[in-house]
């Protein structure tokens, strides 16, 4: 792709985001905010040392509380399918300190045909060229997505707010052992332990119940330090240093990986016109260290992406969602190339030398609610892989996903959900093939 064709599509997209940002300045409480303010409405208060015995003051410290609450759906980095707010929460009397245990059960069943995904995830990475004919239709169900929660929101003179947070699922082994998912600490405008990168927008992914998600999906996660200030309540900027993980190609004789030695760095700038609508843009710094095995030489290439998002509400019942990313070495932080090895691959026209391919991707969502409590869903997204030649002929070159999802809260903390799946697979010699999957979901939480 020719950097012309690139940066029409970049402008095409932004001013298309420009034109949703200022629809939806002008727009009415979005059904996404009622829902929201539904499920805060939910929760059970429960005083660990008393209620207080002032009724005024009991129902100023419950109208406070579910303000937090209503907070904990509009996080920077909250993801659709996260957990919902604890049902339950326990507050000291005074209000200061309260904690909230919660977690969901989340079973979903689905059937793939005309060729059958590898793995439970429906990642057009993973589809097989050619099909695999002892794999042609599978149906097959999974509790992945269960998991317990806590978290922790309190006061003090010295820390000011500050919030602890842990999350765990069961994506362990063979999606049934306990994993440790998120794990940190907010202190005012810092956050320092295990969460989503600050190059993520999860919160500008369209809805998607299968595992895999969008194909140009970042929410990758990582032990980090993150400062991120608020400025006038509608502007934010973050920066932060993360633990590296990159995917290096092992494959090749004549260069190899070495250990990472520095932190990613990460920032990003958002403007936030109302709780949860904002247009953010991102980006990340990372060094991608191997040795050259042929010159006995270490090297150390520097990766890069900018990631461009944007989550708003033209109307009352429409949301729309935007992405777009492009970047080299940015292939193992998210989408559908993390199934892969590719932030650097084998130079084929230089032994001993690794490169880092463009990688570029976008994502387009719409979601209608015909009420607080049901909507209609549909995404497609693209990433597309550039290698040099002479690639292999049966490597990646793009992948393609499109879905269209039917969600309905039977009750606040009760869902159920209906989706049908599209990918698609092309590889360098211009072999490939679709694949189908439809899902259904249910899930429970408390």
Same mark, same amino acid.
């Given at each position: 792709?020719?950097?012309?064709?690139?940066?029409?599509?970049?402008?095409?997209?932004?001013?298309?985001?420009?034109?949703?940002?200022?629809? !939806?300045?002008?727009?009415?409480?979005?059904?996404?905010?009622?829902?929201?303010?539904?499920?805060?409405?939910?929760?059970?208060?429960?005083?660990?040392?008393?209620?207080?015995?002032? /009724?005024?003051?009991?129902?100023? $410290?419950?109208?406070?509380?579910?303000?937090?609450?209503?907070?904990?759906?509009?996080?920077?980095?909250?993801?659709?399918?996260?957990?919902?707010?604890?049902?339950?929460?326990?507050?000291?009397?005074?209000?200061?300190?309260?904690?909230?245990?919660?977690?969901?059960?989340?079973?979903?069943?689905?059937?793939?045909?005309?060729?059958?995904?590898?793995?439970?995830?429906?990642?057009?990475?993973?589809?097989?060229?050619?099909?695999?004919?002892?794999?042609?239709?599978?149906?097959?169900?999974?509790?992945?997505?269960?998991?317990?929660?806590?978290?922790?929101?309190?006061?003090?003179?010295?820390?000011?707010?500050?919030?602890?947070?842990?999350?765990?699922?069961? $994506?362990?082994?063979?999606?049934?052992?306990? /994993?440790?998912?998120?794990?940190?600490? $907010?202190?005012?405008?810092?956050?320092?332990?295990?969460?989503?990168?600050?190059?993520?927008?999860?919160?500008? *992914?369209?809805?998607?119940?299968?595992?895999?998600?969008?194909?140009?999906?970042?929410?990758?996660?990582?032990?980090?330090?993150?400062?991120?200030?608020?400025?006038?309540?509608?502007?934010?900027?973050?920066?932060?240093?993360?633990?590296?993980?990159?995917?290096?190609?092992?494959?090749?004789?004549?260069?190899?990986?070495?250990?990472?030695?520095?932190?990613?760095?990460?920032?990003?700038?958002?403007?936030?016109?109302?709780?949860?609508?904002?247009?953010?843009?991102?980006?990340?710094?990372?060094?991608?260290?191997?040795?050259?095995?042929?010159?006995?030489?270490?090297?150390?290439?520097?990766?890069?992406?900018?990631?461009?998002?944007?989550?708003?509400?033209?109307?009352?019942?429409?949301?729309?969602?935007?992405?777009?990313?492009?970047?080299?070495?940015?292939?193992?932080?998210?989408?559908?190339?993390?199934?892969?090895?590719?932030?650097?691959?084998?130079?084929?026209?230089?032994?001993?030398?690794?490169?880092?391919?463009?990688?570029?991707?976008?994502?387009?969502?719409?979601?209608?609610?015909?009420?607080?409590?049901?909507?209609?869903?549909?995404?497609?997204? *693209?990433?597309?892989?550039?290698?040099?030649?002479? !690639?292999?002929?049966?490597?990646? /070159?793009?992948?393609?996903?499109?879905?269209? $999802?039917?969600?309905?809260?039977?009750?606040?903390?009760?869902?159920? !959900?209906?989706?049908?799946?599209?990918?698609?697979?092309?590889?360098?010699?211009?072999?490939?093939?679709?694949?189908?999957?439809?899902?259904?979901?249910?899930?429970?939480?408390?």
């Amino acid at each position: 792709m020719n950097l012309s064709v690139l940066a029409r599509k970049f402008s095409i997209l932004c001013t298309a985001a420009a034109a949703f940002t200022s629809l !939806a300045l002008s727009a009415s409480a979005a059904h996404t905010d009622s829902l929201i303010s539904m499920k805060a409405a939910s929760t059970k208060i429960v005083y660990i040392d008393g209620k207080p015995q002032d /009724k005024t003051l009991e129902a100023a $410290t419950r109208d406070s509380i579910i303000r937090v609450v209503q907070t904990f759906y509009y996080d920077q980095f909250r993801h659709f399918q996260d957990p919902d707010a604890p049902y339950f929460l326990f507050m000291s009397k005074e209000g200061g300190l309260s904690m909230g245990i919660g977690g969901s059960v989340r079973m979903r069943a689905y059937y793939d045909w005309n060729g059958a995904m590898p793995t439970p995830s429906f990642a057009p990475y993973t589809i097989p060229i050619p099909a695999n004919p002892l794999s042609m239709r599978h149906f097959s169900s999974t509790p992945a997505g269960t998991g317990l929660f806590f978290r922790v929101i309190g006061y003090n003179r010295t820390l000011g707010n500050y919030q602890l947070y842990i999350e765990t699922d069961f $994506t362990g082994y063979q999606s049934r052992d306990l /994993k440790l998912k998120k794990a940190y600490a $907010t202190v005012r405008d810092f956050t320092i332990g295990y969460a989503t990168s600050t190059f993520s927008d999860p919160a500008a *992914q369209p809805v998607v119940i299968d595992a895999a998600g969008n194909n140009n999906k970042f929410s990758n996660t990582s032990v980090l330090v993150r400062y991120m200030p608020c400025f006038r309540k509608k502007w934010y900027v973050g920066v932060s240093l993360e633990t590296p993980a990159s995917a290096i190609d092992q494959t090749g004789t004549s260069a190899k990986p070495r250990s990472e030695w520095l932190p990613d760095l990460a920032a990003l700038a958002q403007y936030e016109w109302a709780p949860g609508q904002h247009v953010r843009l991102s980006g990340v710094l990372r060094t991608l260290p191997y040795r050259d095995l042929t010159n006995n030489k270490n090297h150390n290439p520097v990766g890069w992406g900018l990631h461009l998002s944007s989550v708003s509400h033209p109307s009352r019942s429409l949301t729309v969602y935007a992405n777009f990313s492009i970047g080299r070495g940015i292939a193992g932080l998210g989408g559908d190339m993390v199934y892969g090895r590719y932030d650097l691959v084998q130079d084929p026209q230089i032994s001993g030398t690794l490169y880092a391919p463009m990688t570029i991707g976008w994502c387009a969502g719409l979601q209608y609610n015909f009420r607080p409590d049901f909507f209609i869903s549909a995404a497609a997204s *693209q990433t597309h892989l550039s290698l040099r030649d002479p !690639a292999p002929a049966d490597d990646y /070159k793009n992948g393609t996903f499109a879905c269209l $999802t039917a969600f309905w809260n039977i009750l606040p903390r009760v869902s159920a !959900a209906a989706e049908l799946d599209y990918g698609r697979r092309a590889n360098i010699s211009g072999a490939s093939r679709n694949a189908w999957r439809v899902n259904a979901m249910c899930a429970f939480s408390f």
